[in-house]
C-alpha cells in the first residue's frame, strides 16, 4: 500500500473492515517532529501489540498551540509521510484537535499506546477515555536521551558559531 496517510473517515471504514476479519487495531498518536529512533522503537513495539497500527498525528496547528509558535521544525505532510513509509505503521491520520479524544473514540482500537513522556494527568485522561470502550491503554517509557528538543538544541549549540567551515 503505497498512501498510508489517510483521513479519519478512510480509517474508519478501513478499521471496520479489519475488525471484522479479527485483526487486533493498535493506536498511537503524538507530533513526531524531527523523526528519531526514540519515535521507532515506540512505534515498532506499538505494532507488535497487535495487528494493525494506526498513527494519530498532530498538525502543525495542534503543535503549535502546545509547543508554541516555533514549532514544529518539519511541516505535518512531510512528517506523516516519514511516518507512514515505516513498515511498522499501517495509516497515519492528521488530526488537527489538542487531543485526539474524538478520533480514537471514532476508530475504538482495542489497545492504545503512549510514549512515557507526557504528563500523567493526561495520560490519566486518554486512559480512562480509552477505556470506556473496553480498550486497553498502555504506556511505554522513551529512551533516555532521544528528543527532538534535545535535537534541536544540539544543532543549535552545534551551529550557534560561524557556519562557513
Known amino acids: 500500500m503505497r498512501n498510508k496517510v489517510k483521513s479519519i473517515e478512510e480509517v474508519e471504514q478501513l478499521v471496520k473492515m479489519h475488525k471484522y476479519d479479527g485483526k487486533i487495531i493498535v493506536t498511537t498518536n503524538g507530533s513526531f517532529d524531527i523523526l528519531h529512533c526514540a519515535h521507532v522503537n515506540l512505534l515498532e513495539r506499538a505494532k507488535d501489540e497487535g495487528d ?8 502543525d496547528g495542534s503543535i503549535q498551540r502546545y509547543k508554541g509558535l516555533t514549532r514544529p521544525i518539519i511541516p505535518e505532510i512531510e512528517r506523516a509521510r516519514m511516518v507512514a ?18 478520533y480514537l473514540e471514532r476508530i475504538k482500537g482495542h489497545i492504545h499506546v503512549k510514549g512515557g513522556s507526557w504528563d500523567k494527568d493526561r495520560i490519566n485522561e486518554e486512559k480512562i477515555f480509552v477505556e470506556r470502550w473496553s480498550g486497553i491503554y498502555k504506556t511505554f517509557e522513551l529512551e533516555e536521551g ?3 528538543t534535545n535535537i534541536i538544541n544540539e544543532i543549535l549549540s552545534r551551529h550557534s558559531r560561524d557556519y562557513s567551515n
Open 52 to 59: 494493525i497500527l494506526v498513527v494519530l498525528m498532530n498538525s
Open 85 to 102: 513509509s515505516l513498515e511498522c505503521v499501517d495509516y497515519v491520520v492528521i488530526f488537527d484537535e489538542d487531543k485526539p479524544l474524538d
Open 146 to 148: 532521544f528528543s527532538t
